[in-house]
Nanobody
Framework: VQLQASGGGLVQTGGSLRLSCAAS????????MAWFRRAPGKEREFVAA????????VYADSVKGRFTASRDNAKNTVYLQMNSLKPEDTAVYYC???????????????WGQGTLVTVSS
């Protein structure tokens, strides 16, 4: 499975962005999808995950209530709607696909290349 993330950019505090991750080369609906991020100088961390059907989602506490993960299986695409952005959300955001619904990054088999989100104060 190949994953291509897009939608990052520069936004002011309080603003919004929507990230997209397009999948190809596999059966998209058979994978749980997740978003992770790596902030400057920090380890990569879990952000959100969405189940195969899209009915189930889970979020890191730091983004709960501000970010929404969703997917469109007809378009082989997963999304991350990010609202009320804060400077601490600045990071490279990665999408990932895996067979297990989990927050553990080593359980995900396929990764996108990352898209940079910068939130200015």
């Amino acid at each position: 499975v190949q994953l291509q993330a897009s939608g990052g950019g520069l936004v002011q505090t309080g603003g919004s962005l929507r990230l997209s991750c397009a999948a190809s080369g596999g059966t998209f609906r058979s994978y749980h999808m997740a978003w992770f991020r790596r902030a400057p100088g920090k380890e990569r961390e879990f952000v959100a995950a969405v189940s195969r059907s899209g009915a189930g989602t889970v979020y890191a506490d730091s983004v709960k209530g501000r970010f929404t993960a969703s997917r469109d299986n007809a378009k082989n695409t997963v999304y991350l709607q990010m609202n009320s952005l804060k400077p601490e959300d600045t990071a490279v955001y990665y999408c990932a696909a895996g067979r297990i619904a989990t927050m553990r990054e080593h359980e995900y088999n396929y990764w996108g290349q990352g898209t940079l989100v910068t939130v200015s104060s």
